[in-house]
């Protein structure tokens, strides 16, 4: 972020400025984000975001004009607004591509379970559903070495997100936990008959 002015120095200069100037006040290049303050028989402060001004509201009086001011430098360049531009510049397609195919395994797994149990209408079916899809894809992967089609956004441990696809990086396999000895006993009972 470049802070190219502090919040009480847009008074001072409104009232010595001309129609149609403007005062930088801060950006972040790397986003796009500019907030300046623009004066015509008014001051405003404006917010622009690559370029185009989507924000602007007139100020009143210099403790407004700072108010204002401070808002809106921590609400545009805070990270959780660096998050939210991040997530509008993701690939419309890929993002596309993870909802559908994210689609396609919940309808999957739910109609496996409506096979499976005799009552679908547990409280947390949502949260069963999740389970049994992570862990059936995790085992069909490990255990019997088929390619599972599942694109992902996932975030590293600095909070970026990134495009995966199946099986991901940050994922151990061979864990010993009650499902894969589950799934074991399965295959073993199977492979007898």
Known sequence: MVLFATTTEIWPWYQHASDGETFQ???EPEYGVEIYALKTKNLSICVSIDGEQTFEEYVEDEDECQDLADT?????LSTDAFRT???????????????????????????????????????????????????????????????IYRPMFLVDEDGDEFF??????????????????????????????
Request: aromatic share 12%; hydrophobic share 35%.
């Open 25 to 27: 006040i801060a950006s």
């Open 164 to 193: 995966e696809e199946f099986p991901y990086d940050c994922m151990e396999f061979g864990g010993g936990d009650d499902m894969e000895i589950y799934f074991r006993w399965i295959y073993e009972r199977n492979k007898e008959k």
């Open 72 to 76: 809106l430098c921590s609400t545009y």
């Open 85 to 147: 531009l991040a997530d509008e510049e993701k690939d419309p397609s890929q993002q596309e591509m993870v909802d559908d195919r994210e689609g396609e395994l919940d309808a999957a797994i739910e109609d496996c379970l409506g096979v499976i149990l005799f009552d679908t209408t547990y409280a947390d079916i949502e949260k069963i559903r999740e389970d049994v899809k992570e862990h059936l894809l995790r085992y069909l992967y490990e255990r019997h070495g088929l390619l």
